[in-house]
């Protein structure tokens, strides 16, 4: 007899497992298949030989102004409160940055440049464009030509393998820019890591579920041997329509971690910030010391360093959708066949191939599982489509 489950949740990340803690305190019965062989996801954390903390698919910072979102989170980890700091290498130095008053300064050479001095330089250099079409025009408008070649213009081709002109202008329009003195990475009210590391976190949300966990298997061994009325999808879309449209772009990243004893440095940090973005020829395109937020205390230390890659099916994981016309057509083809795949739910970044962030994708996961608890619609049938099935279709 196959075993029998309410719902079948494809993905341990922040979406699979908030929907498997708010359905299982609903009472039902769930199944989490994840195929690596952790929970967690993309914001898997854990600490290196040294002890210390790094978040292995790459910097996770924790940031809301959802109080919803907050509060049902702090049910799951207690929090440490952080600032987020970042600097730019290039020309030889650091920069101030996100670009604000004190970048400035370091431009034009004058520690005493007030921000009426930025602000009439900003108004001399700016593009100004209402409705940006790319990621270039948004950013000449905020702060033109010299500061989008200094900042965006290398980084944004390095970390995508495409122009700042081929992706949205919401990509770069994440970065926030002030003519104030003012450092801060995000606006955000509340910014912090959880108190423990996202993988406590993730392991408490996970035993309140009460839900069934298969590590280290792909959903399409483990579907034939269940039964389940509803599954939600949480992997890259287009694999699970087979691909029948072509593959949609994403981008890849390889993550090098350098663990460093103290030896290496007198001071116990590496790097002058959290993190340190590379616009320049450097094969890399930034690395981040944890240590400058965790708290922990430790002659040791280390940097994670991105190597941005194209995604290759099968060969490295998908990270980022891309935002950008070369992606739109594609995206709206597998949504329309996501609308009609009876009894299955697409949610989360890789399903809904959209750049959330942590708390826009629990936000989201919190209402689909009310939802779901709700109406839980018409049965799922048991087997995913074919490829060849649906390329005809
Ligand atoms: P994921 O975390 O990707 O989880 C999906 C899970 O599904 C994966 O574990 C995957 O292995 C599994 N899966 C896929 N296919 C299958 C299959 N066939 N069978 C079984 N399991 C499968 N957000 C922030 O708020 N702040 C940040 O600073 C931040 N930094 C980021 C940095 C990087 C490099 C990246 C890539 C993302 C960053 N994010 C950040 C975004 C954050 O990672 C996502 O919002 C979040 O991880 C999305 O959760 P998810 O559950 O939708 O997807
Ligand atoms: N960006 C840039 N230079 C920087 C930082 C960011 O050009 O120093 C652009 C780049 O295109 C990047 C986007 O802004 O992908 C969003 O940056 P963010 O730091 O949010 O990237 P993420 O953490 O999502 O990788």
């Given at each position: 007899?196959?075993?029998?489950?309410?719902?079948?949740?494809?993905?341990?990340?922040?979406?699979?497992?908030?929907?498997?803690?708010?359905?299982?305190?609903?009472?039902?019965?769930?199944?989490?298949?994840?195929?690596?062989?952790?929970?967690?996801?993309?914001?898997?954390?854990?600490?290196?030989?040294?002890?210390?903390?790094?978040?292995?698919?790459?910097?996770?910072?924790?940031?809301?102004?959802?109080?919803?979102?907050r509060d049902y989170l702090s049910r799951f980890t207690a929090w440490r409160e952080v600032k987020y700091r970042v600097q730019v290498y290039t020309a030889g130095r650091y920069w101030?940055?996100?670009?604000?008053?004190?970048?400035?300064?370091?431009?034009?050479?004058?520690?005493?440049?007030?921000?009426?001095?930025?602000?009439?330089?900003?108004?001399?250099?700016?593009?100004?464009?209402?409705?940006?079409?790319?990621?270039?025009?948004?950013?000449?408008?905020?702060?033109?030509?010299?500061?989008?070649?200094?900042?965006?213009?290398?980084?944004?081709?390095?970390?995508?393998?495409?122009?700042?002109?081929?992706?949205?202008?919401?990509?770069?329009?994440?970065?926030?820019?002030?003519?104030?003195?003012?450092?801060?990475?995000?606006?955000?009210?509340?910014?912090?890591?959880?108190?423990?590391?996202?993988?406590?976190?993730?392991?408490?949300?996970?035993?309140?579920?009460?839900?069934?966990?298969?590590?280290?298997?792909?959903?399409?061994?483990?579907?034939?041997?269940?039964?389940?009325q509803h599954l939600v999808y949480t992997g890259p879309i287009d694999e699970y329509f087979g691909h029948c449209h072509g593959p949609l772009p994403y981008r890849s990243v390889r993550?090098?971690?350098?663990?460093?004893?103290?030896?290496?440095?007198?001071?116990?940090?590496?790097?002058?910030?959290?993190?340190?973005?590379?616009?320049?020829?450097?094969?890399?395109?930034?690395?981040?010391?944890?240590?400058?937020?965790?708290?922990?205390?430790?002659?040791?230390?280390?940097?994670?360093?991105?190597?941005?890659?194209?995604?290759?099916?099968?060969?490295?994981?998908?990270?980022?959708?891309?935002?950008?016309?070369?992606?739109?057509a594609l995206i709206e083809r597998y949504r329309t066949l996501a609308e009609r795949e009876a009894g299955v739910t697409f949610i989360g970044r890789l399903a809904q191939y959209r750049?959330?962030?942590?708390?826009?994708?629990?936000?989201?996961?919190?209402?689909?599982?009310?939802?779901?608890?709700?109406?839980?619609?018409?049965?799922?049938?048991?087997?995913?489509?074919?490829?060849?099935?649906?390329?005809?279709?």
């Open positions: 007899m196959r075993p029998a489950y309410d719902f079948v949740i494809v993905g341990a990340g922040f979406s699979g497992l908030v929907i498997a803690e708010r359905l299982g305190a609903a009472g039902h019965r769930c199944l989490v298949v994840e195929k690596r062989n952790h929970i967690g996801g993309n914001c898997y954390d854990r600490t290196d030989r040294n002890g210390l903390l790094y978040h292995v698919y790459g910097p996770h910072y924790f940031r809301t102004n959802s109080t919803a979102v101030s940055f996100p670009v604000n008053l004190a970048t400035y300064r370091q431009l034009c050479g004058r520690a005493d440049a007030s921000e009426a001095d930025f602000k009439a330089y900003l108004a001399r250099v700016v593009v100004p464009n209402e409705h940006p079409a790319n990621s270039r025009d948004a950013m000449l408008a905020c702060v033109g030509p010299e500061l989008y070649a200094l900042f965006f213009k290398g980084y944004t081709q390095k970390q995508w393998g495409r122009p700042a002109e081929a992706l949205d202008a919401s990509v770069c329009r994440r970065i926030p820019w002030r003519s104030e003195v003012d450092e801060r990475y995000f606006h955000d009210e509340f910014q912090a890591l959880p108190r423990d590391g996202y993988h406590r976190l993730f392991e408490n949300l996970f035993a309140a579920s009460g839900a069934d966990l298969r590590l280290e298997t792909d959903y399409r061994e483990i579907l034939p041997h269940v039964r389940c993550l090098q971690l350098e663990e460093y004893s103290s030896a290496d440095h007198a001071d116990g940090l590496l790097q002058p910030a959290l993190q340190v973005n590379y616009p320049g020829s450097e094969p890399f395109t930034r690395t981040v010391e944890l240590k400058h937020i965790t708290g922990q205390v430790s002659p040791f230390s280390n940097l994670v360093r991105e190597f941005s890659e194209e995604h290759v099916n099968g060969v490295n994981d998908p990270y980022y959708p891309i935002p950008g016309p070369e992606s739109q750049y959330l962030n942590m708390d826009q994708v629990v936000g989201a996961a919190l209402h689909t599982a009310e939802k779901l608890r709700l109406q839980p619609g018409p049965a799922f049938s048991g087997t995913v489509p074919s490829t060849a099935a649906r390329a005809v279709a």
